[in-house]
T-cell receptor, first 112, second 113 residues
Framework: RKEVEQDPGPFNVPEGATVAFNCTYSNSASQSFFWYRQDCRKEPKLLMSVYSSGNEDGRFTAQLNRASQYISLLIRDSKLSDSATYLC?????????????FGTGTRLQVTL | DVKVTQSSRYLVKRTGEKVFLECVQDMDHENMFWYRQDPGLGLRLIYFSYDVKMKEKGDIPEGYSVSREKKERFSLILESASTNQTSMYLCASASGGANQPQHFGDGTRLSIL
């Protein structure tokens, strides 16, 4: 079983739609969680951290369910510019440095 | 803003060559990382460093080595390049402590012929 699993998609949604991605992780000792966004042929960029109580940043909402070991990202009112690959990222602290494990990403395509 | 700079955006080398990929960060971060990214496999950690002259193997260290002589610079070395090392290489840095996100450079697309 992969440490971090995501549905690769693609998710094709019309502009204005609400879309949700889930991600599951296998290490119950994982301590912190992030969503990164990666545009085609570009580097990953931090979208948002995921907090235990859930958190929101504008149109984006992230939630964590430790009991079921999954993380979600909800995007409301999708824009064309949201088209990208969204990477679920889990932090396992090695004691010497934070080691991130990346999912393979979920591709989102927002259309007119 | 954190700035992570990789020395080359595109690089073409031949099988058997020794290849150096350089990465510099300007935020005085303790931790630096090298990944490769391949279609369908996502980002995989090659090596990381949590301090000057310190290094630890990641998930796929075979065929690679690293050097961290100064805090701001982390080099990835392919001792004898092979075609299966053709990939996108990404450097990242993060401040010390748990739960810190990583910040990435633009990436180096390396082709080994």
């Amino acid at each position: 079983r992969k440490e971090v699993e995501q549905d690769p998609g693609p998710f094709n949604v019309p502009e204005g739609a609400t879309v949700a991605f889930n991600c599951t992780y296998s290490n119950s000792a994982s301590q912190s969680f992030f969503w990164y966004r990666q545009d085609c042929r570009k580097e990953p960029k931090l979208l948002m951290s995921v907090y235990s109580s859930g958190n929101e940043d504008g149109r984006f909402t992230a939630q964590l369910n430790r009991a079921s070991q999954y993380i979600s990202l909800l995007i409301r009112d999708s824009k064309l510019s949201d088209s990208a690959t969204y990477l679920c990222v889990v932090n396992s602290n090695t004691g010497t440095a934070s080691k991130l494990t990346f999912g393979t990403g979920t591709r989102l395509q927002v259309t007119l | 803003d954190v700035k992570v700079t990789q020395s080359s955006r595109y690089l073409v080398k031949r099988t058997g060559e020794k290849v150096f990929l350089e990465c510099v960060q300007d935020m005085d971060h303790e931790n630096m990382f090298w990944y490769r990214q391949d279609p369908g496999l996502g980002l995989r950690l090659i090596y990381f460093s949590y301090d000057v002259k310190m290094k630890e193997k990641g998930d796929i260290p075979e065929g690679y080595s690293v050097s961290r002589e100064k805090k701001e610079r982390f080099s990835l070395i392919l001792e004898s390049a092979s075609t299966n090392q053709t990939s996108m290489y990404l450097c990242a840095s993060a401040s010390g402590g748990a739960n810190q996100p990583q910040h990435f450079g633009d990436g180096t697309r390396l082709s080994i012929l």
